[in-house]
């Protein structure tokens, strides 16, 4: 029962991230763009995390920083989960030539290095945060796909879908109403690993400058941006890399509890 | 099972048609291009569009993808515009690199991998579970770039102990710490499915060492999902690297890539796009048949 | 003096290089890393010193006829290529004749075209090459320094796709060892160069994109030789081991306003928008103070550099009353800035919030910079953008009229649309005329009337800051031409005399 409180924690962090990102303009005390010629300068009383090296506040700039990354996530995984879980249970339904077609679909987005796609939809579409947000879902469905389809292709086998279907229930209402609700389990746990990927992600895509564009702060970028001043202020990157390796860890910790909890097999193995 | 196969064969045709236009109008579509990068006031934009017209740029987009697909066809993908190389050639100097890079990062991961996996499930929730769980979750939730940066400051400036560039050991550390995480967690998962399965009960119940058990029965049935993972985890060997290949200077494929992107070098891009492509096909194919061949409950010809 | 004795023989410079080389023929080169390493392998029929005056090199001499449209170069007859080949006269016809060839894929083409017709270049016999232009061009000799291309070794063969281009064969103090692609090239001591062989072994160029890997591998003793980052000016100063060197460039940074848009057709706004620009912020925030304000398109190093412009020094108050001069009661406009260069990134940030402070609101659009250039470079009128932070880095002749005739728009680099008739006029003339005083005053005017029209707010002169490791020496003067000038002169000092 040790991962469930690891779970509770990380929703307790979730919980609290969010709660700080959205009330972000109340609570920062300075605007997260404000220069001051004194440049970078290590965390005071006045600024509690430091200043970066336009002088900027980073406690400041982490709050609204929280904003972008947590929205960039979610949202991200947002668009992967609705296309995912859309394709991935029509193909597991359905099976035969559609299930076919749909996977090789999933095959031909999987074997596209995901990084060069990226690059390329983000050159068309010039890098701005929803467009940052798109590209990552769209290039991440693949996943929840195979997962929706696999979970899909066992249910179906399963006696109550045989009785809905035979006592003429429609496919619309055998996936929503009866196959759905039972993969939610790996859909969750799929959506929270989903949500930290994408933050990960866009910090990775800060590294090449195509992540979310200045003065918008992320954490990503401030971590990026940070990379030349490890040593001179090291404040800059810490405070971003720990925001993001405390949500990524919770979002984790957060889905392992998800699995463990409504995984049967485990349930039962726990007991 | 040969049928299975074949179709599978079959099926690789379309798919890399498929791939390779829509990675050439993506390419395209992209604004900019490859003469746009030189930028100097003393470069005529008239001569600009006499090179790219030697390039062919000035055709339609359509002619263009069938001229490269007709080339293709013949093996030939043409030639960068940076190097003037063949791309074959181009990819070849890099390839060996990024699988150097890529396959001793899978051997040590699969080392680490296995045996940590397998511990963590039986002794689940114990010390050790408990440690490395927390350890590979925080080697995932790293930032790569961060990661590597750190590892470099700390043991090539700080220490002295390894090269900052130029060497496998920081680019495979880095990169072993990045994947280790996710499969950990996979056979740990994988393996604790099977040992709650009824045949492993059975096995336990006939009185089996244990360690018969675990290694004979459940280990085998629990490789499944890191075989999966391995053969999904194939695209990065293109792309996924090119963070650790920038900031250790390893010349692999995935700067190749990248910069092929920035600088609009099409034909390397493609080369790229259709040797990944079918790379990852392959493996894909390889990791069914190896399931099928695994887990013998498997049937292909569903309907 | 140095003797023999005081460097090490069998020293090996470990050099390095901030991205890939693509290839190695100064015909086909688009890109100064290839350029640097073409340095160590080639030469051109003229060089130039550390104070960027034009010297001999293949050419021992040459003399321009009186109308100023035959020029005569004199090849020396002492060199040869690394293959033993002697080198004369028509591997410089060759050489340029490729560059002409509009099959050749070579962006320099039009250095060697002027008034649309391409100068004629004829070998007079062994070692006398003779050009002969259209009209009398101002800008050529210092053209002349492109690296030749040995013809027995190209000659009939396609340059575009010629194995030549990545196994190089020059005439210069190093010849071409190997090149692992993406990883390094080596070149190794030219024993025969006609200088004199270099006291090098050898230079291992090693290619290293990112800039703070390249910081890490100098301080970690793998390399002799980095561009250092502002920031990290003074710490690398203290360091030991490592000599820090800092000296000027040409190149500026401008913000340019598309003056085909009507909000920025009111000089009273470019010139509200230029007081209201704290140049000394974004100097220090930026470079730490290792770069200074800009004022002019042209760089203080530039012999044809002049001081006496319009400056419109800071002054916000002014600002906001030039603004309402103009009747202009909320301005707000996009700059677009490309993405990778921190600087220029920083810079937009910077302007933003200066702007704020006289009620201009501006936004930030970071775009690749291949996509940011087709906006600029589009040959259409008017073009999508209102405002772009970019650089000009200068030629050694400080004709400029690509950039501001404006006859170079739509199509050409004039794209500001700046148009006007006296700097048009000066333009020509400065071409025509050879006479290096009566250029001067010819330049200084035309920076005089660009400054005082603002089509751009000139933001700043970078400067080059390189750490090199001790153990290197022979280093020339610090200047706009870098550390290398004499190559052959560079040398590692040994194990015993080192500091």
């Keep these: 029962m040790r991962r469930n409180k690891a779970a509770i924690f990380g929703l307790a962090i979730m919980a609290i991230f969010l709660g700080l990102a959205i009330f972000a303009p109340v609570i920062a005390p300075y605007s997260p763009d404000e220069i001051s010629s004194a440049g970078a300068s290590p965390p005071s009383w006045q600024h509690l995390f430091g200043t970066d090296d336009l002088g900027r506040d980073v406690l400041s700039r982490s709050l609204y920083g929280a904003r972008i990354s947590l929205s960039v996530g979610a949202v991200a995984v947002v668009i992967a989960l609705l296309l995912g879980t859309l394709a991935g249970a029509v193909a597991g339904y359905y099976g035969g030539w559609v299930d076919g077609s749909i996977m090789r679909a999933v095959d031909v987005m999987f074997a596209f290095p995901s990084i060069f796609l990226i690059l390329a939809i983000q050159a068309m579409l010039t890098p701005n945060i929803y467009n940052v947000m798109f590209v990552i879902g769209l290039t991440s469905w693949m996943g929840v796909a195979r997962l929706v389809r696999g979970e899909f292709l066992r249910i179906r086998q399963l006696q109550y879908v045989e009785a809905a279907r035979a006592i003429g229930c429609g496919d619309l209402r055998i996936i929503f109403r009866h196959m759905l609700p039972n993969a939610q389990g790996p859909i969750i746990v799929a959506a929270t690993l989903g949500m930290a990927g994408a933050i990960l992600t866009e910090s990775a895509l800060s590294f090449l400058g195509m992540g979310v564009q200045p003065p918008m702060s992320s954490w990503g970028n401030m971590l990026m941006d940070s990379q030349a001043y490890m040593r001179d202020a090291p404040w800059m990157s810490i405070i971003p890399g720990l925001l993001i390796m405390v949500t990524v860890l919770s979002l984790y910790f957060i889905g392992e509890g998800v699995r463990e909890t409504l995984s049967p097999k485990e349930r039962h193995a726990g007991s | 099972m040969r049928k299975f196969v074949l179709n599978r064969l079959l099926q690789i045709i379309p798919l890399l048609l498929g791939i390779s236009l829509l990675s050439f109008l993506v390419t395209r579509l992209a604004p900019g291009d490859p003469t746009a990068l030189f930028i100097d006031p003393n470069i005529d934009p008239l001569e600009l569009a006499r090179v790219r017209a030697n390039w062919g740029l000035d055709q339609p987009i359509f002619i263009q993808y069938l001229v490269w697909l007709k080339n293709a066809l013949l093996l030939d993908f043409g030639r960068s515009y940076t190097t003037g190389l063949p791309v074959i050639t181009e990819i070849g100097e890099r390839l060996p690199m990024t699988l150097l890079l890529m396959i001793s990062s899978f051997i040590l991961t699969l080392l680490i991998t296995i045996p940590v996996g397998v511990i963590s499930a039986v002794k689940k929730n114990s010390w050790f579970d408990n440690l490395f769980t927390f350890i590979s979750f925080a080697g995932m939730a790293i930032p790569t770039f961060w990661l590597g940066l750190m590892l470099m400051l700390v043991f090539s400036v700080k220490l002295h102990w390894l090269p900052a560039v130029g060497n496998l050991a920081l680019p495979l550390i880095t990169m072993t710490i990045g994947s280790l995480a996710g499969l950990t967690r996979y056979q740990r998962g994988a393996m604790l499915e099977v040992l709650n399965q009824e045949y492993i009960r059975v096995a336990r119940a006939k009185g089996l060492p244990e360690r018969v058990v675990i290694f004979k029965h459940a280990l085998r049935n629990a490789l499944l999902p890191t075989i999966t993972i391995l053969g999904l985890s194939l695209p990065d060997l293109f792309g996924g690297a090119f963070v650790i290949e920038t900031i250790f200077a390893w010349p692999g494929m995935g700067r190749l890539g990248v910069q092929a992107i920035f600088q609009r070098n099409y034909p390397t891009i493609m080369g790229i796009v259709m040797l990944s492509a079918i790379l990852i096909i392959v493996g894909n194919l390889l990791a069914d048949i190896a399931y099928a061949i695994v887990d013998p409950r498997i049937r292909y010809e569903k309907k | ?499």
């Design chain 3, 1 to 499: 003096m140095a003797i023999a004795m005081d460097f090490d023989q069998e020293g090996i410079l470990r050099s390095s290089l901030n991205g890939e080389v693509s290839i190695l023929n100064p015909v086909l080169s688009t890109d100064n890393i290839s350029s640097a390493v073409e340095g160590a392998i080639f030469n051109g029929l003229i060089t130039f010193n550390e104070k960027l005056e034009v010297i001999p090199e293949l050419a021992a001499s040459w003399q321009a006829s009186k109308d100023g449209k035959t020029w005569t170069f004199n090849l020396r007859r002492d060199v040869f290529w690394h293959d033993g080949r002697p080198f004369t006269s028509e591997d410089v016809v060759f050489t340029y004749n490729a560059i002409l060839n509009p099959k050749v894929n070579s962006v320099r083409r039009s250095d060697y075209i002027i008034n649309g017709q391409p100068i004629k270049f004829k070998a007079l016999d062994k070692y006398t090459v003779q050009a002969v232009l259209p009209v009398p061009f101002a800008p050529f000799l210092v053209r002349m320094g492109m690296g030749i291309v040995p013809k027995h070794l190209l000659g009939g063969k396609d340059l575009n796709t010629a194995s030549f281009n990545r196994r190089p064969v020059g005439t210069g103090p190093f010849i071409f060892k190997e090149w692992t692609s993406g990883d390094h090239v080596t070149v190794v001591r030219n024993p025969k160069y006609f200088l004199g062989a270099p006291k090098l072994a050898g230079i291992k160029y090693k290619m290293i994109a990112d800039d703070n890997s390249q910081l890490v591998a100098l301080e970690a003793d793998e390399i002799d030789e980095a561009g250092i980052p502002p920031k990290d000016y003074e710490r690398m100063k203290k360091k030991a081991g490592i000599k820090v060197y800092d000296y000027d460039v040409l190149l500026y940074i401008y913000l340019g306003f598309n003056l085909a848009n009507p909000k920025f057709a009111d000089l009273r706004v470019r010139q509200a928008l230029a007081y209201a620009t704290d140049k000394k912020q974004l100097v220090d925030l930026i470079f730490k103070g290792l770069a200074s304000p800009a004022s002019a398109p042209t760089a203080p190093i530039s012999w044809a550099y002049n001081s006496n412009v319009p400056k419109y020094e800071y002054n916000p108050e002014r600002a906001k009353k030039l603004l309402k001069e103009a009747g202009v009661n909320s301005l707000e406009f996009t700059i677009l800035v490309n993405q990778g260069n921190k600087e220029r990134e920083k810079a937009a940030v910077i302007l933003q919030q200066q702007y704020k402070k006289v009620g201009v609101n501006v936004k930030v659009r970071v775009m690749e910079w291949s996509a940011l250039l087709k906006i600029v470079n589009a040959p259409k009128d008017p073009k999508e953008f209102e405002a772009v932070i970019m650089g000009w880095s200068l030629g050694l002749d400080p004709d400029a009229y690509s950039i501001w005739h404006s006859s170079q728009y739509p199509a050409g680099f004039n794209f500001v649309k700046y148009s006007n008739k006296k700097v048009d006029r000066l333009l020509d003339q400065g071409r025509l005329t050879t006479d290096k005083n009566e250029r001067k005053k010819i330049y200084a005017k035309i920076w005089q009337e660009i400054a005082a029209d603002q089509p751009y707010i000139f933001l700043w002169y970078p400067k080059a800051l390189t750490g090199i490791r001790d153990r290197v020496g022979g280093l020339s003067k610090p200047g706009p031409a870098g550390l290398f000038v004499h190559l052959e002169k560079v040398f590692i000092r040994n194990a015993q005399v080192r500091p």
